[in-house]
C-alpha cells in the first residue's frame, strides 16, 4: 500500500531515504566514511518522521503548485492527496484574507526570505481553520527559489478564544462608556442644574438682602458648579454623542492646553460621523495618549493628525519628550487599554518611542 501511494505521489524531500540507507554497505567500502554518511541520513529521517508527526507540512515548487502533503495536511482540509496534488493553495483559500496580504506574502518569499504568519484556510466541506505558518523557500545557485516548504499549526482554538475576549472586551468598554455616559448626564441635568438653581436664589437674597457673607457663600457654590461640569466633561463630553469626535477632540485640547500649557497643534480632514463606537474609540486614545504626554513627556507642544481616506481613519499623537523604552512584560493599563479599544473596532494601535527622542502612538480604524 505505502509503496502504491508512494509510486503515485513520491516524496519531493527525502525522497528514498530507507533505499538508500540499505544500499550504503555495497557501494562505500570506506568503514568511516560509510557510518558518518549512515548516521546523517538516519538524522534526516528522523527530523522528516517528526516533522511529519508534530505539523501540517506541504511543499510546492517555484509555481506555487503543491508537490507534496503529508498525512496531517490531508486530514484538516479534508480533501485527499489525489486532489490536492497538482493544485495550488487557492484550494484551500478561504477568501478571510485582502489581495494585498496575499500579495505581500508572495513577495517574501518569492524574494527568497522566510514569511511568518497566520492564516485562515477553507476546508473542503466549508469549515474554515487557522494555522499558525511558516514558509521557508529553498533557492537554487543563483539564489532563486525553487521549492517552498510551509509548516502549519493549527490555531483555531486560540484564535477562536481570541475572538470570545474581543467581543467581551468590547462588551465591558460599551457598558463603561454608557455608565459614564449616564454618570456624566446626572452630574449636568441633575446636580448641575440643582446647584444652578439654588445659585439663581442666592442672587434674589443678595439683591434683598445686600448681606456680604451670602456673596461669599455664592462664589463657593459657583466654583462647585464649575467643578460638577468638570466633572461631567471628564466622564464623557456631551459634544461627542452630539456633535462627533471632531469637536469633541477640539474642545478636549482646548481644555487639555489650559491644564497642562502644552501648545497642540490638531489637524484633521475628517468630514463624516463614523459609527459611535469607533469615534469613541479614536477620542479615548487621543485623549489617553495626551495626557501620558502631560504627564511624562515634559515638552511643551505636541501633535494631533486625524486623517481618512477611502479605507481607514488614522489617528497620530507625537511629541518629542523624554519617550520611554517599552517592555516586552510591560503592564501599563493606560497603554493597554488604548490597544484593546483598537482592537474592539477592529482596528489597530502601535506605540514608536525611544528615550529623548519622543512617542507617536498610531491608531488604524477600518471606515
Known amino acids: 500500500m505505502t509503496n502504491d501511494r508512494d509510486k503515485l505521489h513520491p516524496e519531493v ?3 528514498n531515504l530507507d533505499q538508500l540507507q540499505e544500499q550504503i554497505d555495497f557501494h562505500i567500502l570506506d568503514p568511516s566514511f560509510r557510518d558518518n554518511l ?10 522528516k518522521f517528526a516533522l511529519d508527526t508534530s505539523s501540517i507540512v506541504a511543499i510546492t515548487d517555484h509555481r506555487g503548485m503543491i508537490q507534496y502533503v503529508n498525512d496531517k495536511f490531508c486530514e484538516i482540509s479534508q480533501y485527499s492527496r489525489d486532489e490536492l496534488i497538482g493544485q495550488d493553495h487557492r484550494i484551500i483559500n478561504s477568501g478571510y484574507h485582502s489581495k494585498a496580504f496575499m500579495r505581500s506574502l508572495w513577495q517574501t518569499i518569492s524574494s527568497g526570505d522566510v514569511w511568518r504568519g497566520e492564516i485562515k484556510n477553507k476546508a473542503k466541506t466549508g469549515s ?21 516548504l510551509a509548516i502549519r499549526n493549527e490555531v483555531t482554538q486560540l484564535k477562536k478564544v481570541e475572538e470570545e475576549l474581543k467581543q467581551m472586551m468590547s462588551h465591558v468598554m460599551n457598558i463603561q462608556e454608557e455608565e459614564r455616559r449616564r454618570f ?4 449636568h441635568d441633575g446636580i448641575g442644574q440643582s446647584l444652578f438653581s439654588l445659585l439663581i436664589q442666592m442672587d434674589r437674597l443678595i439683591g434683598d438682602t445686600k448681606l456680604k457673607e451670602l456673596e461669599s457663600i455664592r462664589g463657593y457654590v459657583a466654583s462647585i458648579i464649575e467643578e460638577v461640569r468638570g466633572l461631567a466633561w471628564e466622564l464623557r463630553p456631551s459634544v461627542l454623542d452630539d456633535l462627533g469626535v471632531v469637536p469633541a477632540i477640539r474642545s478636549y485640547i ?22 459611535a463606537n469607533k469615534e469613541t474609540t479614536i477620542y479615548r486614545v487621543i485623549q489617553e495618549a495626551l495626557t501620558n504626554i502631560g504627564r511624562y513627556a515634559d515638552v511643551e507642544e505636541a501633535k494631533v493628525t486625524l486623517q481618512e481616506d477611502e479605507a481607514c481613519i488614522k489617528a497620530c499623537i507625537e511629541d518629542r519628550g523624554k519617550g520611554f523604552r517599552r517592555a516586552a512584560d510591560a503592564k501599563g493599563v493606560g497603554l493597554f487599554s488604548m490597544e484593546e479599544r483598537a482592537r474592539s473596532v477592529g482596528g489597530r494601535l502601535t506605540i514608536d518611542s525611544e528615550p529623548d527622542r519622543g512617542t507617536i502612538v498610531t491608531l488604524l480604524v477600518p471606515k
Not at 497642562?260 to 468630514?271: A, E, H, K, L, S
Open 13 to 15: 524531500i527525502g525522497h
Open 128 to 148: 474554515y481553520y487557522w494555522v499558525n505558518t511558516t514558509i521557508v523557500p529553498f533557492l537554487d545557485e543563483q539564489g532563486r527559489p525553487y521549492q517552498y
Open 254 to 275: 482646548e481644555n487639555y492646553t489650559e491644564h497642562y500649557g502644552i501648545q497642540v497643534d490638531f489637524t484633521c480632514n475628517m468630514r463624516k460621523r463614523l459609527d
Open 184 to 187: 456624566s448626564r446626572e452630574l
Open 38 to 47: 549512515k548516521h546523517s541520513l538516519k538524522q534526516l529521517a528522523d527530523v
